[in-house]
């Protein structure tokens, strides 16, 4: 299968995310690098096994070695960091101020340039709904003279690979 046979998968009331998947695959405001690790970074955080299947089986080759493990790398962190941060945003007390404690040393070297890792942590970030590390993400990105609109392309490709995933979920669920 490829991206194509994913847009396929999708039943016909999700019109428009096959049409997003599409057009954000040849998205210009991101570098193929940036835009290639957000489609794979995004499909391991929606958990769905084809998404991730087809999505690396597509996206996976454009990568090299070390960029497709930096990506995979932001999704497995930020995985951990979302939870964490996200708690420690909206429960109110000293928690905020008290050390994590949790090995976060992928991040300093993440085998990739640090605006693209950063990109695809923010993608993360935003399909888990961590505002604290959205704000965090996005404001070293732009740090790094990245684009608001490589920011927000790179949201959107979040934003719909997640709903792909949620969409294939729907179905399958009722199907069973």
Known sequence: ???????????????????????????????????????????LASRNPVVIKEIVGEFGPQLSPEALNAAKTAASIMGMNNIYYRFTHLVHGDYAQMPAKLRM?????PGVEKVDFELWSLA???INGCG?????????ILQHGTSKDA????????????????TLDGEAALAA
Do not use: W
């Not at 040393?105 to 070297?109: C, D, E, F, L, T």
């Not at 604290?132 to 070293?140: G, I, Q, R, Y």
């Open 105 to 109: 040393n992928a991040m300093a070297r």
């Open 132 to 140: 604290m590390c959205m704000e965090s993400h996005e404001k070293v």
């Open 1 to 43: 299968m490829s991206l194509e046979a994913l847009r396929n998968a999708l039943p016909e009331y999700a019109k428009d995310q096959k049409l997003n998947l599409g057009s954000l695959a040849a998205e210009t405001a991101l570098t193929p690098q940036q835009r290639a690790g957000t489609f794979v970074a995004s499909a």
């Open 151 to 166: 920011v927000q392309a790179a949201v959107r490709i979040a934003a719909v690979v997640h709903a792909t995933a949620a």
């Open 124 to 126: 993360v970030s935003a």
